[in-house]
């Protein structure tokens, strides 16, 4: 129950607010909590649980961290932590929480080389490219098909700015990481990115026509943010006539605008109705927004109070061709960016 539960609510689509099944689910993880005999092991899984369905991502991390210095080989509570510090823009607990435990880890143990890639991710959010790039690639040495490596090794490229290595390195690599249907879409994005680095457009809306946007139809909110964000990143790179592909995305998200789960995911739904031109649509998002904001509770309200709401007010401005004002939005709260 934990664990299907948990990938339902880490994977940010779904709130125990606006999903019945999901709040039913949780509630009886509770019950469950109460009247069982549980380890002290298991009581905080349920609490980590209870704490991200409400809300309360720190708290959760907080208690799956407890686990970890009990269990550093708890597999299920190291990817919860790392996922949810990846939510938070917290680089160095990210980094910190794998390299804690992996001393405690030995290669015959499963899931092991996948820390490779958990660790590379940490070391290049912190800058460590090094030993990013190393890490990475020991993590697809032992694992190819390890997407979450191939992952951290395309961050560890387009740091670095190696575009060209980064088309080559994904390309070859292709048949490894496109069966993993949580990140292939993801790594695609990527590789629409070192091609538009390199000012090569054409291919980036090839990437995004025959993989991106047909795969975010999956519904799963990672893919529907890499369509937003490609689509966003051309816009603004001067390549128009994505009217129709705007419409297609915004009808994929309509279904969110009540969820406010991450701010991250928020301001991807914006760009949607913005790219659309659906004013109506925009304006409906930004009241439920609004409304959160003023009487919801947990850390992404926090965040939303923070800088959240400013990046979004800032997008609106831009949008309307106000950059004078979207910069001024952005300036006093630029340094705060990195929690979203």
Not at 185 to 211: F, K, M, Q, T
Not at 239 to 256: A, T, V, Y
């Given at each position: 129950?934990?664990?299907?539960?948990?990938?339902?609510?880490?994977?940010?689509g779904?709130?125990?607010?606006?999903?019945?099944?999901?709040?039913?689910?949780?509630?009886?993880?509770?019950?469950?909590?109460?009247?069982k005999?549980?380890?002290?092991?298991?009581?905080?899984?349920?609490?980590?649980?209870?704490?991200?369905?409400?809300?309360?991502?720190?708290?959760?991390?907080?208690?799956?961290?407890?686990?970890?210095?009990?269990?550093?080989?708890?597999?299920?509570?190291?990817?919860?932590?790392?996922?949810?510090?990846?939510?938070?823009?917290?680089?160095?607990?990210?980094?910190?929480s794998?390299?804690?435990?992996?001393?405690?880890?030995?290669?015959?143990?499963?899931?092991?080389?996948?820390?490779?890639?958990?660790?590379?991710?940490?070391?290049?959010?912190?800058?460590?490219?090094?030993?990013?790039?190393?890490?990475?690639l020991?993590?697809?040495?032992?694992?190819?098909?390890?997407?979450?490596?191939?992952?951290?090794?395309?961050?560890?490229?387009?740091?670095?700015?190696?575009?060209?290595?980064?088309?080559s390195?994904?390309?070859?690599?292709?048949?490894?990481?496109?069966?993993?249907?949580?990140?292939?879409?993801?790594?695609?994005?990527?590789?629409?990115?070192?091609?538009?680095?390199?000012?090569?457009?054409?291919?980036?809306?090839?990437?995004?026509?025959?993989?991106?946007?047909?795969?975010?139809?999956?519904?799963?909110?990672?893919?529907?943010?890499?369509?937003?964000?490609?689509?966003?990143?051309?816009?603004?790179?001067?390549i128009?006539?994505n009217?129709?592909?705007?419409?297609?995305?915004?009808?994929?998200?309509?279904?969110?605008?009540?969820?406010?789960?991450?701010?991250?995911?928020?301001?991807?739904?914006?760009?949607?109705?913005?790219?659309?031109?659906?004013?109506?649509?925009?304006?409906?998002?930004?009241?439920?927004?609004?409304?959160?904001?003023?009487?919801?509770?947990?850390?992404?309200?926090?965040?939303?109070?923070?800088?959240?709401?400013?990046?979004?007010?800032?997008?609106?401005?831009?949008?309307?061709?106000?950059?004078?004002?979207?910069?001024?939005?952005?300036?006093?709260?630029?340094?705060?960016?990195?929690?979203?």
């Amino acid at each position: 129950r934990v664990i299907g539960t948990g990938l339902d609510l880490i994977a940010t689509g779904q709130s125990i607010h606006t999903k019945k099944d999901l709040k039913i689910a949780v509630d009886e993880i509770s019950k469950l909590g109460k009247t069982k005999n549980l380890t002290d092991r298991e009581k905080l899984h349920i609490g980590a649980i209870e704490n991200f369905s409400r809300g309360d991502m720190l708290g959760a991390v907080d208690k799956w961290e407890e686990i970890l210095l009990a269990h550093p080989t708890d597999m299920l509570a190291l990817k919860f932590a790392h996922d949810s510090y990846f939510y938070l823009g917290r680089q160095r607990q990210m980094r910190d929480s794998i390299t804690r435990v992996f001393p405690h880890w030995k290669s015959a143990i499963p899931l092991y080389s996948y820390l490779y890639g958990m660790a590379a991710f940490g070391w290049i959010e912190t800058n460590f490219h090094d030993e990013a790039e190393k890490c990475a690639l020991k993590g697809l040495e032992l694992n190819p098909r390890d997407c979450w490596s191939t992952h951290a090794q395309a961050h560890v490229l387009e740091m670095g700015g190696r575009s060209e290595e980064g088309i080559s390195f994904l390309t070859k690599t292709e048949n490894d990481w496109n069966k993993g249907e949580v990140l292939a879409c993801h790594n695609y994005w990527h590789l629409a990115l070192y091609h538009i680095e390199r000012g090569d457009h054409a291919p980036a809306v090839d990437i995004y026509d025959s993989e991106v946007g047909r795969r975010c139809k999956s519904g799963a909110m990672l893919d529907l943010v890499d369509a937003a964000s490609l689509l966003y990143r051309l816009e603004l790179e001067g390549i128009g006539g994505n009217s129709e592909r705007w419409k297609e995305q915004l009808d994929l998200w309509r279904s969110h605008f009540d969820d406010h789960i991450l701010v991250f995911n928020d301001a991807h739904m914006l760009m949607c109705a913005l790219g659309a031109k659906d004013n109506s649509a925009a304006n409906k998002f930004m009241t439920s927004l609004r409304e959160f904001i003023q009487n919801g509770w947990g850390t992404q309200n926090d965040i939303f109070k923070c800088v959240g709401l400013k990046i979004l007010e800032a997008m609106e401005l831009f949008d309307k061709g106000d950059a004078a004002g979207a910069v001024d939005t952005l300036y006093p709260v630029r340094y705060k960016i990195v929690d979203v």
